[in-house]
């Protein structure tokens, strides 16, 4: 008996759960999904994208029960249209951006590869969908290099899409959030510049109950494990602030 104590209390219905994933957190959602499931008996479904994506899919009617966005505008859009539960919302990780290439030593540690050229693309997430996007226009703004750069950008769907860019050589760097190169017990691939945050607005992450997944336990149980020492600890091996 007593080597048993430590094991979770699994609830005797467990139910699962349909949760909308921003893009930048997905390879961390992909972890915490799986301490979840052991610690409370729960499943979940997870599907990923742009936050405006998400949202869009989500006033249309997607099965979703849980929002986890990259900002806090998506999140006040479906309250205030009554997508999603009153009181429910808060923030649960702050992101942190990145300027990232594939090739080590192509970026340098204060971002100086931006004036200085040698590239001939660079990626970014769509800055109306995705917030990492948005803040990647910001500071190209803060730098004055905007209307130089602005021909060689590509635009990506998804702050997902643009890693994928990098990563496949599609473009030379992009900025990215700093979870997608950085994950913990992996090395770092290639080279980056961590922006500094007065760069940019604060990349507030927040998540949210659904109208959908109001009475399911298992979506109330995410919200509640995302608070948690456990979860919190995660979003900060993953690189993101507080």
Request: hydrophobic share 50%; no cysteine; net charge positive.
């Amino acid at each position: 008996m007593a080597a048993l104590s430590w094991l979770p209390i699994v609830p005797a219905h467990a139910a699962e759960a349909t949760v909308a994933v921003a893009a930048n957190f997905a390879g961390a959602f992909g972890r915490m999904a799986k301490d979840f499931s052991v610690a409370t008996g729960h499943t979940l479904r997870v599907a990923s994208g742009a936050s405006g994506n998400l949202t869009s899919q989500i006033v249309a009617g997607a099965p979703f029960d849980v929002l986890l966005a990259a900002d806090q505008e998506s999140v006040r859009r479906l309250l205030a249209g009554g997508h999603a539960v009153a009181g429910s919302r808060f923030t649960y990780a702050t992101g942190r951006l990145v300027l990232w290439s594939s090739r080590p030593g192509f970026v340098d540690a204060e971002g100086k590869v931006l004036t200085r050229g040698g590239f001939t693309h660079l990626a970014l997430a769509n800055p109306r969908l995705a917030p990492y996007g948005a803040a990647a226009i910001e500071v190209l703004r803060a730098l004055g290099l905007l209307e130089a750069l602005t021909p060689r950008l590509v635009t990506a769907e998804s702050v997902a899409q643009a890693w994928q860019f990098v990563a496949t050589g599609n473009a030379e760097l992009g900025f990215v959030a700093l979870s997608q190169v950085a994950s913990p017990g992996a090395p770092v691939k290639g080279s980056y510049w961590l922006v500094p945050p007065e760069r940019y607005r604060a990349i507030r992450q927040d998540a949210v109950l659904l109208r959908r997944g109001a009475d399911n336990p298992a979506a109330r149980a995410l919200l509640a494990y995302l608070k948690s020492a456990p979860a919190q600890a995660l979003v900060a091996a993953w690189g993101y602030a507080p």
